[in-house]
């Protein structure tokens, strides 16, 4: 529904709105209550989806892996299956790669090889 269809029914009472209204008012408080990160949850189940989904390649995140930058965006461990918040995962990478310059990524990545 349209917003401005939301704000007109501030103005009703609850007694004098039909079912749909009801139901349209009630989905709109529920959905502002809650944060935007609660809203939209995104998992990637194993290390090449989370490459697809933040756009870049594998060696790329086992990299952040291997920095234990990534630790917090793990849901889920089973096995060599690892479950990430795509969400918290793109956080995490982006705040790593604004805080340091490329010469130091390179370095902290060619003494894990």
């Known amino acids: 529904m349209e917003e401005p269809?939301?704000?007109s029914l501030f103005s009703?009472?609850?007694i004098d709105l039909d079912g749909q209204q009801l139901v349209e008012l009630i989905r709109y408080a529920i959905?502002?209550?809650?944060p935007e990160e609660e809203r939209q949850h995104d998992t990637a189940?194993?290390?090449?989806?989370?490459?697809?989904?933040l756009d870049c390649s594998q060696s790329q995140i086992y990299m952040l892996m291997r920095?234990?930058?990534l630790?917090?965006?793990v849901v889920s461990r089973i096995g060599r299956r690892t479950v990430f918040d795509v969400n918290i995962a793109r956080k995490a990478a982006q705040k790593y790669m604004n805080?340091?310059?490329?010469?130091?990524?390179?370095?902290?990545?060619k003494k894990y090889q």
């Open 45 to 53: 189940s194993g290390v090449a989806k989370l490459a697809e989904a």
């Open 31 to 34: 959905r502002e209550e809650q």
């Open 5 to 7: 269809f939301i704000k």
């Open 12 to 14: 009703k009472r609850v």
């Open 71 to 73: 630790d917090d965006a």
């Open 99 to 109: 805080e340091t310059t490329p010469k130091e990524r390179y370095s902290s990545w």
């Open 67 to 69: 920095q234990h930058i």
